[in-house]
């Protein structure tokens, strides 16, 4: 059976504004709302390592006792790959093994506990040019529900793929508190960032999130992101730069908590902790003014 002949669960409701100027995204059904946990999608340019700081952030909040579901958002399903040390099923395979009957699943089918008691889910994605991520999301939202996953969780982090190009993979944002944005210091990475603090806004119309902060990653200076954050009003929550051993640890299918001791992965892993106890503590919401492409080009454009 093919995803795109499968009923959509969010639909666009009657009467309601879209989301932004001119969006076709299909909306949040109420009855799929996640629980009391905190919610935290994570976004980035792809490539970026939004997955890397993903795991280790769900390592982070777990080392802070806290139960912990990271939900991969992308049909690549490698975001829980450090922590189960495998690439695991996504909910539409396993969907679709059983013809898309939900009712015959077990929970073992598509939840996988990886290191430290993280549980790992990987959504997946709809065939190559058909489907919608929206529907992926969705459907494994109500999944967890109706497992009863979501009851006992404190911390749901989404890991999305790349920059946002459609409403679909912006679905996370509907059931997240705060969105976390990965940038490097480059043009690249941030005229990305600037297209999705322009998503978040449109979604923070109709729904409960907002952006909790800039995450700098693989970088040895922040000086083009301060300068960005500074004019359109983002904060950055964190700093990893460019190590060797945060890429050794992705070969070695491991979390940076799990690597070797050394005095420059022990300062990454306290970052982890300092940025994990922040984000459980509460951050203020940001509600920053996305520039126009050529106010980036001129901001951080070439002299």
Not at 11 to 23: H, K, L, V, Y
Not at 27 to 48: E, H, R, S, T
Not at 81 to 101: A, C, Q, W, Y
Not at 248 to 275: C, D, G, I, W
Request: hydrophobic share 40%.
């Amino acid at each position: 059976m093919n995803v795109t002949n499968v009923p959509m669960t969010e639909i666009r409701r009657p009467g309601r504004p879209p989301d932004g100027e001119g969006s076709v995204q299909v909306q949040l059904d109420p009855n799929q709302k996640i629980g009391n946990a905190k919610v935290f999608a994570v976004y980035g340019k792809g490539g970026i390592g939004k997955s890397t700081t993903s795991s280790n952030l769900s390592v982070a909040f777990s080392k802070l006792g806290k139960r912990v579901i990271q939900i991969g958002c992308d049909p690549k399903h490698d975001s829980t790959f450090t922590l189960t040390k495998k690439l695991v099923p996504t909910v539409i395979d396993v969907l679709e093994s059983v013809d898309f009957h939900p009712e015959e699943l077990r929970i073992e089918d598509f939840v996988f506990e990886g290191y430290n008691g993280v549980m790992c889910v990987e959504a997946g994605g709809p065939p190559a040019g058909t489907g919608c991520g929206g529907y992926v999301v969705g459907q494994t939202v109500k999944l967890l529900k109706e497992h009863h996953l979501l009851e006992d969780t404190d911390v749901v982090i989404f890991d999305v793929l790349g920059d946002v190009v459609c409403g679909g993979f912006a679905a996370p944002l509907q059931h997240a508190d705060r969105a976390l944005i990965v940038t490097a210091n480059d043009f690249d990475s941030i005229f990305a960032m600037n297209r999705i603090v322009q998503a978040i806004k449109a979604k923070a119309k109709n729904y409960n999130v907002r952006l909790g902060g800039v995450i700098a990653n693989r970088s040895k200076d922040t000086d083009q992101i301060d300068k960005f954050n500074d004019r359109v009003g983002l904060k950055r929550m964190a700093h990893f730069p460019d190590l060797d051993v945060i890429r050794r640890s992705r070969l070695k299918k491991s979390t940076l908590f799990e690597m070797e001791h050394s005095p420059e992965l022990e300062a990454v892993q306290n970052e982890y902790m300092r940025l994990a106890a922040a984000l459980w503590a509460g951050t203020d919401p940001l509600a920053p003014d996305a520039l126009k492409d050529r106010e980036i080009f001129d901001l951080l454009g070439f002299d």
